[in-house]
């Protein structure tokens, strides 16, 4: 674990004080605090994905790809975060696809009614279900009573019973028993229709995203799958991994019955498919699910998981001496304690340069200028917080030409995710001529 990195103060009892070129601060933990203590532990698995990120730029640029997030309760890993990844595809038939032509969209457009009438039929056998006990229910006068009187059983115990009763009961059992055989019979429909249709209609939703990501990736591993593949092991070997992968080809050009699909649970061995094994299709989705164990819960949901990426990726530079992750920090200015402001990531040199990194995954040029650029530049600037260099970092795509300084009197820099890959040669290079 690298000394050189402040990420947990202790909430309510540390404070932190600095001196920088004349200019004291005073370093505050957070409300997010909490989800930073993981990295308090040298063989926490949030400190090996950072200390891996600092050394392999596809897994620096992998957590900032746009993803969603799934929470499953009950399971051992209850939170999960996918992303889509589209690879090398066949262009034009990507494009009719987001231009819904009729010659590859109607089996969407099928899928979509299927899964509409799930709804209709999971109604129907709730009402059904619903109108046959209160039926049934009614009939009993000690139920009617307590509906008249609102006067409940001393003992719960009775009611239960009551209600067993009445299902038990040869009078009605046979009645009860046709609702449960028709409820097989539609969560056999329901189960049958979510297994064919839903990674359609689920890709489709996110195949834009997942174009976006698997561009990005293939920019950043110059255009090498394998190299993609070999960081996802990496990946696999710190937190557990599961991978989809549906054939679109099969799908919508085809149109075959059986398309081609592929999941793989909790794995530590697998490589990217590239090829269809049916129609030898390239236009492949692919979804890696993190299955976050609890140490990384919180990072994932408060965002802070990439902003302790950028923290361990400044601590690799020589001229860094210290690295602080997300926290409050207040000049002190003539002895008095200024306004604060909560910095992502704050770097101090060896000869007392102050650094600040403001850190989002939004991909959005005017939203990542305007509301995290020049909003917190003219925050520091109203609270006296004075900094050498300014550094937004974004999920910005690498085909953007950025990294220019956008306002040169503030020194201020908006970077995307081809700079976050090269961040630590950029970030030297600039501290040569700061």
């Excluded at 719960?156 to 028709?182: Q, S």
């Excluded at 992968?245 to 019955?257: I, P």
């Excluded at 009197?409 to 600039?430: C, Q, V, Y």
């Amino acid at each position: 674990m690298n000394k050189k990195i402040i990420s947990y103060l202790t909430p309510g009892a540390s404070i932190e004080e600095r001196e920088v070129k004349g200019l004291k601060l005073r370093i505050h933990p957070t409300k997010h605090e909490r989800a930073l203590y993981p990295f308090s532990k040298p063989d926490s698995c949030p400190v090996k994905l950072c200390e891996l990120a600092t050394i392999d730029p596809v897994a620096r640029v992998f957590f900032f790809l746009k993803r969603e997030i799934l929470r499953v309760p009950w399971i051992y890993n209850p939170l999960i975060a996918s992303f889509p990844i589209l690879l090398p595809y066949d262009e034009q038939f990507v494009d009719l696809i987001f231009k819904r032509d009729k010659s590859v969209y109607a089996p969407i457009e099928v899928a979509q009614k299927d899964i509409d009438s799930l709804a209709d039929d999971v109604f129907k056998l709730e009402a059904e279900t619903f109108g046959l006990f209160m039926f049934e229910l009614m009939k009993d006068p000690s139920f009617r009573s307590m509906l008249t009187t609102g006067r409940l059983p001393k003992k719960p115990k009775v009611i239960l019973e009551r209600l067993d009763n009445l299902i038990t009961n040869p009078a009605t059992r046979g009645t009860f028993d046709e609702i449960l055989r028709k409820h097989h019979d539609r969560l056999g429909k329901i189960f049958e229709v979510l297994l064919r249709q839903l990674p359609l209609i689920s890709g489709i939703e996110v195949l834009k995203e997942a174009k976006e990501n698997g561009d990005t990736l293939l920019e950043i591993a110059e255009n090498s799958v394998q190299k993609i593949s070999e960081t996802l092991l990496r990946i696999g070997n710190i937190i557990p991994l599961s991978y989809n992968a549906v054939c679109l080809e099969c799908v919508l050009r085809k149109q075959l019955a059986m398309p081609f699909q592929a999941t793989l649970l909790y794995t530590k061995d697998f490589s990217l498919i590239e090829r269809c094994h049916q129609c030898s299709g390239r236009t492949i989705l692919h979804r890696i699910n993190i299955h976050a164990p609890s140490d990384l819960i919180a990072l994932i949901q408060d965002e802070r998981l990439p902003e302790a990426i950028v923290g361990y990726t400044l601590a690799q530079l020589e001229d860094v001496e210290e690295v602080f992750i997300h926290k409050k920090v207040n000049p002190v200015i003539n002895g008095i304690v200024k306004r604060g402001a909560q910095i992502d990531v704050l770097a101090i040199t060896k000869d007392k340069r102050l650094i600040i990194v403001e850190v989002t995954r939004q991909s959005d040029f005017e939203t990542v200028l305007n509301e995290e650029l020049i909003h917190k530049t003219t925050l520091l600037e109203q609270i006296g917080l004075k900094y050498d260099v300014f550094v937004c970092v974004s999920g910005l795509s690498p085909k953007i030409n950025h990294g220019l300084s956008v306002i040169k009197a503030k020194r201020a820099f908006l970077l995307g995710l081809k700079h976050l890959s090269e961040l630590e040669n950029w970030l030297a290079d600039r501290l040569k001529i700061t």
